[in-house]
């Protein structure tokens, strides 16, 4: 039985190490641990285990996006593994095999999507990003390797300048590639051809919750007309439906240590983008308008 | 020798097309399917992973000859589809379904499908199927022609652009007990809108040739636009002819609803990645534009004279196929009840 | 009854065409010393499969191949393709008929005729033939005329070209003239002689009430044919290309009984034949602009497979070439599968192979590059073809019409300037020049004997393009004659404004004058012209005086100059205080009347008095008026 900082250093170690883990994935590994360790012997038990694993790593200075939906997701797996056993212990077994092939699934998403993505990065395209991404930078990376030649343009991104992370990752690859302000988005939006961002969350009305200055972003290609591409895994689905911006939970919008605080001074870390301003989505499981993403998530949830 | 013997019924099917013997898509249909039957009923395969196979080859044989067609594509993709139903109704088993993210939370490790069981009432099964499917294909014109009265009222000013035997049909149906006005667009420079024209005319239904230029300043007394299509895209666009998107935009400007009649058939998985695709147009000869006899003009120009023509989702109001009226929305919905998510990348 | 049974006999044959795949010249040397010309690539593709796959799709159902050389490589070709599937295998026999003494077109017809394989009307080609002509409706229409005219010989296909254009090759340029039913009644090359005048004989135009003569019209080397062309041919033996048939038909039309016949294509159809070099560039950018549609390379031509994407300014790449910058290939290009281009380099209006490989910093226009090849960094190559294998090293300069055979190795910085180089010493009796191990010149003696000259032209003529601009300076000198030729595209010469001006200014004071209208009137009449033509001050003024002096020729007849202009000057007067107002005008003025050169005295000269002045300070005098000089002295008012 895992007690609380054991689970808390091993999520955290898992994202220390490995970089190229989404928190997501990370906690729905966390959880698979504590179902593994769980002596209760009883369902009860160990749902409760589970909430209180979600509560810490909800905690944690991480995306709470991400893990949010993460844990959505497996706890809705576990509710209906539990239909088909008897006992504890077969309950058990079928859990974390199917956990297995679940996480394997996952892991298996990211090729997917960078398969899809990579036809729509043709020679001579000039792709617009925001922040840094890991699936992004997949099909990014993937294209390059398959000879293309096109520009990347990357904004900073602020308050942690994850942007310039990926600006140089980029470079690394080989890649021609532009560090721009994030105030600069409206200027460059005419020159590029399309723009394509990651997402923390995708909510069930189709649009996408992802970093601060995405939604911006999103006006702006609407604006100009350019094709607004989401890639994302779909782990990442969630039951949230917000109305507006103030309708994000706050435990999205702001770290823990500061919602202890005056949450109208804050600046919030993440913003809702509609689904009117995303022309596609790209997932694991095809590619999908944000129309469909709705009739994904209820199928799952019915 | 060997890939002629393998895949001569679709070398031919691939050569009478670029021999224009086979022009509209209702005849390629056609064909098609009775290519595919030939194929389960003398072809030599044992199981359904077999046969599967073979109809995969030879969509990919397809494509690389002639990627713009896409109706022989789709029916073989469907036909793949009803396989892989008659095979899991055979063995009344859950099948891999749809990929969904409740399949992948439920799925089971036993549970991979491979189709290699042999069934051995598969064949009979399969061309029953076919032969339902065939009377469906048969059918889909007349079908969409019956729902002509539920979206043309009386007294209506109807806008049509080029050719489309799907429209004329539609058209013609509504002739015969609602009256109205046609205005058809000539649509350059291969003008086929003055052959529909004649065509309507001749069943009394009254009729207005324009230019393409004059659409704008049409389109304010138009009630609907109706227009066939050559494909339908999967984010719900369509590819057309030529100059329809220019008559869409005109009709969005003024809120005028745009009506696709579209077969089943013309239900693509493809996605237009970039203006410049690869096989999504295909420019033709240009002395439809510019004749050879110009003179030194041809030295100095270039010339284009694309066939096909790209129409945004948000520019479409509705499709009409045989099953009624769906939304662009609602497209992806329609495709992954016709084709099976494995069979859309081929 | 016999007649219906003849009928039903000839519909059931097959549709055949007979193709001279042979080429008795030397135009391709040295590229065709290895390959024959059937096999040259156009456009990455050997021109046989052009040629078959335009027979099929045009509806023919057997061709015969007629080769005289090299005749393994192209049965072993033709085998392929069969096994291949290409397109044209599957609607269409091909038979390859060898052989071997055959030394002209002519020989090969008659060789065919000895054999006896054709039964009834078919199409002939002569070597080397692109198209996408639909030949079933011509053949038709061949056999209606065939049963109007028992003597019908032939029916060649024509296309209606403009001057000027590229794909008119000045070697063949045609003259026609026929009857209004499309026969023929003169068929003449103009290339090669170099008369500025055409000799019409005249029974042409005595025989026959109305004849079209056409000089817009390019051969396509197509012809349809009635089964006794080949009997003719065997007949007589001094025929030996089909220009000398026609030639001869036409002017034995009463001995041989035959008649030859011409058909237009229209519409969006196209047929060439390369002939030279010039056509072949000619026809690979016809190609490239897609007039032989469905013939494209983005379709694949006999392979039905895509092997090229076609992007904007007509770029056609392979899908695994490997370009380091996006704007390498500037237009009308076409760049085979696994070939690379190195950065800084420019490709423009050139066909590259497969498997070539271009280093840096290269410049490559209007250029031919096979397979294989070797393209080494800072290299220039224009207007030239460069054949398979061959490598040229850094710094190579290749340029102005020169012709690279197979596998030659061209040493650094080496510059090629108007040659034929191939990659080992020619025969005996042609003298060269050694470059390198692997490269030969071949030199070519520019003798000043008549015979020779025309070869020379010929071979001059039938080079690749020098210069785009020599072409358009050509373009100058023919465009005079040329006006009746572009009958719906020429725009009638544009009148001189100034010139209409003047004969509105005379109607309207004419007018004004025999009519007593008000001067100010008048004066806004001339005011409106002037705008209407856009006329300067100066020459409203220069003109307005012209026309008063010219109005007495008008208006008077008989009577004496002087008398005649002295009540128009009193009327006009207010027109010309109107117009005369400073001393430029005054200038103008005396201009015009210089002009008119009249003899006459000034009445009022008060009027005119500055501006003389002004004018002899200026010395502006001709020598007539050095004569009337002296008779205005009393008026000038000296100072």
């Not at chain 3, 089964?227 to 065997?234: A, R």
């Not at chain 3, 704007?327 to 599968?337: K, P, Q, R, T, Y």
Request: hydrophobic share 40%; aromatic share 8%; proline share 4%.
């Amino acid at each position: 039985m895992l007690n609380e900082t054991d689970i808390k250093s091993y999520f955290l170690n898992i994202l220390n190490e490995e970089n190229d883990v989404s928190a997501g994935v990370a906690a729905i590994r966390t959880l698979m641990k504590i179902i593994k360790y769980h002596d209760s012997g009883t369902i009860q038990g160990l749902l409760e285990d589970l909430k209180l694993g979600m509560e810490i790593m909800k905690n944690t200075n991480y995306p709470s996006a991400a893990i949010t939906s993460g844990c959505g997701l497996f706890r809705r797996f576990i509710t209906l593994a539990i239909k088909d056993t008897y006992t504890f212990a077969e309950c058990q077994n079928v859990m974390l095999d199917r956990g297995n092939l679940f996480l394997n699934k996952l892991n298996a998403s990211r090729n997917k999507i960078k398969k899809l993505a990579c036809q729509f990065i043709v020679d001579g395209s000039r792709i617009l990003t925001h922040s840094r991404s890991r699936v992004v930078l997949h099909a990014l990376k993937e294209a390059a390797e398959q000879n293309r030649y096109f520009e990347v343009f990357v904004t900073k991104s602020a308050p942690d300048d994850s942007g310039e992370r990926m600006y140089n990752d980029l470079r690394e690859l080989k890649i021609p590639c532009t560090l721009i302000m994030d105030a600069a988005i409206g200027y460059i939006m005419e020159s590029v051809d399309f723009v394509m961002v990651g997402a923390e969350a995708v909510v069930e009305s189709g649009g996408i919750v992802n970093k601060i200055g995405s939604y911006t972003m999103a006006l702006s290609a609407k604006a100009m007309n350019k094709p607004f591409y989401v890639l994302t895994e779909s782990v990442k689905f969630s039951r949230l439906f917000p109305l507006n911006q103030s309708d994000l939970p706050d435990e999205y919008k702001y770290l823990p240590t500061a919602r202890s605080g005056d949450l109208s001074k804050e600046d919030p870390l993440v913003d809702y983008t509609p689904p009117s301003y995303i022309t596609l989505l790209f997932t694991d499981l095809g590619i999908l308008t944000p129309s469909a993403v709705s009739d994904e998530l209820i199928k799952l949830y019915l | 020798m060997l890939e002629m013997e393998l895949f001569s019924d679709v070398i031919k099917l691939i050569s009478d097309i670029r021999h224009s013997k086979l022009h509209n898509s209702y005849d390629i249909a056609i064909h098609t399917e009775e290519l595919v039957e030939r194929l389960i009923s003398e072809g030599k395969w044992k199981s359904a992973q077999d046969l599967m196979s073979l109809i995969k080859l030879r969509i990919a044989r397809f494509i690389s000859a002639l990627p713009q067609e896409a109706t022989p594509v789709n029916i073989m993709r469907h036909i793949l589809k009803i396989i892989r139903d008659e095979y899991d109704t055979g063995f009344k088993s859950k099948g891999e379904g749809h990929q969904s993210l409740h399949h992948l939370v439920t799925a089971n490790i036993n549970d991979s499908e491979d189709y290699s069981k042999l069934l051995p009432t598969l064949k009979s099964s399969l061309l029953n199927n076919l032969a339902e499917y065939k009377v469906e294909l048969e059918s889909s014109m007349d079908n969409i022609a019956t729902q002509a009265l539920e979206h043309i009222h009386a007294n209506e000013i109807i806008l049509t652009v080029g050719k489309s035997n799907t429209v004329e049909k539609f058209l013609k149906y509504a002739a015969k007990s609602r009256k109205f006005q046609v205005i058809v667009v000539e649509a350059a420079p291969r003008f086929h809108g003055h052959l529909m024209a004649s065509n309507l005319a001749k069943s009394n239904i009254q009729t207005t040739i324009i230019p393409d230029s004059a659409v704008f300043a049409m389109m304010s007394r138009v009630n609907k636009v109706i227009i066939g299509t050559h494909t339908v895209l999967a984010n719900g666009g369509l590819r057309t002819e030529c100059g329809v998107h220019m008559v869409a935009l005109a009709a969005k400007r003024y809120s005028i609803p745009i009506m696709v009649l579209a077969h089943m058939y013309k239900l693509s998985p493809m996605h237009l990645c970039s203006s410049e695709q690869d096989a999504f147009n295909i420019c033709a000869s240009p002395a439809d534009v510019l004749p050879y006899s110009s003179g030194p003009l041809l030295n100095k120009v270039h010339v284009y004279n694309p066939a096909f023509d790209y129409v945004p989702p948000e520019l479409v109001t509705l499709f009409i196929s045989h099953q009624g009226g769906n939304a662009p929305s609602y497209v992806y919905r329609l495709l992954s009840e016709l084709y099976h998510p494995d069979d859309q990348e081929l | 009854m016999s007649q219906k049974l003849d009928k039903n006999v000839t519909q059931k044959e097959v549709v055949q065409a007979v193709v001279v795949a042979e080429h008795f010249g030397n135009e391709f040397v040295p590229i065709t010393d290895d390959t024959p010309l059937s096999l040259l690539p156009l456009l990455n593709v050997p021109l046989i499969e052009y040629t078959l796959e335009f027979l099929s799709l045009g509806g023919i159902e057997e061709t015969f191949l007629f080769c005289c050389s090299n005749v393994d490589v192209i049965k072993q070709h033709i085998n392929k393709s069969i096994e291949k599937s290409a397109g044209w295998s599957l609607t269409m026999k091909v038979h390859v008929i060898i052989s071997e003494s055959c030394r002209s077109f002519g020989d090969c017809l008659r060789d065919l005729d000895a054999k006896a394989f054709i039964r009834s009307d078919f199409v002939l080609l002569e070597p080397e033939i692109v198209g996408n002509i639909k030949l079933l409706p011509i053949i038709k229409k061949h056999n209606e005329v065939c049963k109007s005219d028992k003597g019908a010989a032939m029916t060649l296909l024509l296309q209606e070209t403009g001057l000027g254009q590229r794909g008119r090759c000045s070697f063949e340029e045609l003259l026609m003239v026929s009857t209004p039913s499309n026969r023929v009644l003169l068929h003449q090359k103009l290339g090669t002689s170099k008369k500025a005048k055409i000799e019409l004989p005249l029974e042409i135009l005595m025989d026959n009430s109305s004849v079209n003569i056409y000089h817009n019209l390019k051969d396509t080397h197509i012809a349809i044919c009635s089964p006794s062309v080949l009997p003719l041919f065997s007949d007589n033996f001094d025929f030996q290309t089909k220009d000398d048939f026609v030639r001869g038909l036409l002017m034995n039309e009463e001995i041989l009984g035959s008649t030859i016949y011409w058909h237009l294509i229209k519409g969006n159809q196209y047929g060439a034949a390369i002939t030279n070099w010039r056509m072949y560039q000619s026809v690979s950018r016809d190609i490239l602009h897609r007039w032989l549609y469905p013939l494209v390379p983005d379709m694949g031509i006999s392979s039905q497979q895509r092997s090229y994407i076609h992007l904007q300014n007509n770029i056609y790449r392979s899908k695994d070439v490997h370009l380091t910058q996006s704007n390498s290939l500037v237009e009308d290009v076409i760049i085979g599968a696994s070939s690379s281009v190195g950065d800084k380099t420019k490709i423009i209006r050139s066909i590259i192979g497969e498997s070539v490989k271009i280093g840096e910093n290269v410049i490559i226009e209007d250029s031919f590059i096979f397979s294989s090849t070797v393209v080494h960094n800072n290299s220039v190559i224009k207007q030239s073809v460069i054949g398979q294998k061959c490598a040229l090293e850094t710094g190579c300069i290749v340029t102005k019409a020169s012709v690279i055979g197979k596998s030659v190795v061209l040493p650094e910085n080496s510059l090629i300037e108007n040659s034929l180089i191939q990659s080992y010493p020619p025969k005996s009796g042609v003298t060269s020049e050694k470059l390198a191990k692997n490269a030969y010149r071949i030199c070519h003696e520019e003798t000043a004997d008549s015979a020779d000259e025309e070869d020379g032209l010929h071979r001059k003529l039938s080079r690749l393009y020098m210069h785009e601009e020599s072409e358009s300076s050509d373009d100058e000198s023919i465009k005079s004659s040329d006006s009746e030729d572009n009958l719906s595209y020429t725009i009638s010469p544009v009148p001189d404004d100034t010139n209409l001006f003047l004969t509105e200014v005379i109607d309207s004071l004419t007018r004004g004058f025999e009519d007593k209208l008000q001067c100010d009137n008048l004066i806004l009449e001339i005011n409106s012209s002037r705008y209407a033509y856009n006329v300067t001050v100066k020459e409203v003024n220069f003109n307005v005086i012209k026309a008063i002096l010219t109005l007495p020729f008008q208006l008077y007849l008989g009577q004496p100059y002087l008398s005649s202009l002295r009540p128009l000057l009193e009327y006009f007067s207010p027109i010309l205080k109107n117009y005369i107002r400073n001393v430029s005008a005054m200038v103008d003025c005396l201009q015009a009347i210089e002009v008119c050169r009249y003899f006459f005295y000034f009445l009022s000269c008060s009027i005119l008095g500055d501006g003389l002045d002004y004018w002899i300070t200026m010395g502006g005098w001709s020598e007539v008026h050095a004569h009337i000089g002296h008779l205005f002295e009393p008026f000038v008012l000296h100072p």
